[in-house]
C-alpha cells in the first residue's frame, strides 16, 4: 500500500536582498573649491584696480595746440587726468577698491584656516561686494563717459574732440576704464558666489 505521506518540502533558503552599494555608500560631495576660487578673484580684483589706478595716474600728454583767431601761433597744452574730476573719483573709488580686496582676500584666506567662522565672513562679503560693485561701475560709468566726449566730441553744446591730438592720453584713459570694469564684473562674480555658497552651507 503506497504511503499517503507526502515527502516534507526542502527549507528553502531565504536570500536577504543585496544592498546597493550606491545605497551604503555616503553622497559624494562636489570636488569644487569655493575658497580658493574666492581668494584667486579677490586676487584679480586686486590687480585690475591696481593696474587701472596706475594706467589713469600716468596719463599724461602735452601737445602743440593753435591758438583761436592767431594763426600760427600754437602753445603747449598738456592733457592729465587731475584735469577731469570724474577721472580723480575714478582713481579715488579704484584706490579704496584696491584696499578692499586685499583686506578681503587676507579674510578668505582665514576662512580657509578656519571654516567655522565662514557663515559670518561670507555675509559680510555678500554685503560690501555690492557696495564695491556700484562703487566701481559708477566709476566706470564718469570715466567712460568723459572719454567718449573725448572721442566724439558733442556738436550740439559745442564740446570738440580731443582724442585726435591727444592720441596716447586717449589711449591710457580707455585701458583704465576697461580694466576697472574688469574688476566690477569681477566683483559681481563675487557677490553671486558668496551668496551661493553661504546659501548652501546654511542648507546643509
Given at each position: 500500500m503506497a504511503s499517503t505521506?507526502?515527502?516534507?518540502?526542502?527549507?528553502?533558503?531565504?536570500?536577504a536582498p543585496p544592498v546597493a552599494a550606491a545605497a551604503s555608500a555616503p553622497a559624494a560631495k562636489c570636488p569644487f573649491n569655493y575658497s580658493l576660487v574666492d581668494v584667486a578673484l579677490r586676487v584679480l580684483v586686486f590687480a585690475a584696480a591696481l593696474c587701472s589706478v596706475l594706467v589713469m595716474g600716468t596719463s599724461?600728454?602735452?601737445e602743440?595746440?593753435?591758438?583761436?583767431?592767431?594763426p600760427g601761433v600754437t602753445l603747449?597744452?598738456?592733457?592729465?587726468?587731475n584735469h577731469s574730476p570724474a577721472f580723480?573719483?575714478?582713481i579715488s573709488a579704484l584706490s579704496v577698491t584696491g584696499l578692499?580686496?586685499?583686506i578681503t582676500t587676507l579674510a578668505s584666506i582665514s576662512?580657509?584656516?578656519k571654516p567655522e567662522y565662514a557663515k559670518s565672513?561670507?555675509?559680510v562679503f555678500a554685503f560690501l561686494d555690492v557696495l564695491f560693485v556700484g562703487i566701481v561701475a559708477s566709476a566706470t560709468g564718469a570715466s567712460g563717459a568723459v572719454a567718449y566726449i573725448g572721442l566724439k566730441g558733442n556738436s550740439h553744446v559745442g564740446w570738440t574732440k580731443i582724442c585726435g591730438v591727444y592720441d596716447k592720453f586717449c589711449r591710457y584713459i580707455a585701458t583704465a576704464t576697461a580694466l576697472a570694469l574688469f574688476a566690477a564684473i569681477l566683483l559681481a562674480l563675487l557677490s553671486m558666489m558668496s551668496t551661493f555658497t553661504l546659501y548652501k552651507k546654511i542648507r546643509d
Open positions: 505521506e507526502k515527502p516534507a518540502a526542502s527549507p528553502t533558503k531565504s536570500e599724461k600728454q602735452t602743440l595746440v593753435p591758438v583761436p583767431g592767431m603747449p597744452v598738456p592733457a592729465k587726468f580723480i573719483y575714478f578692499y580686496s586685499i576662512i580657509i584656516q565672513f561670507l555675509l
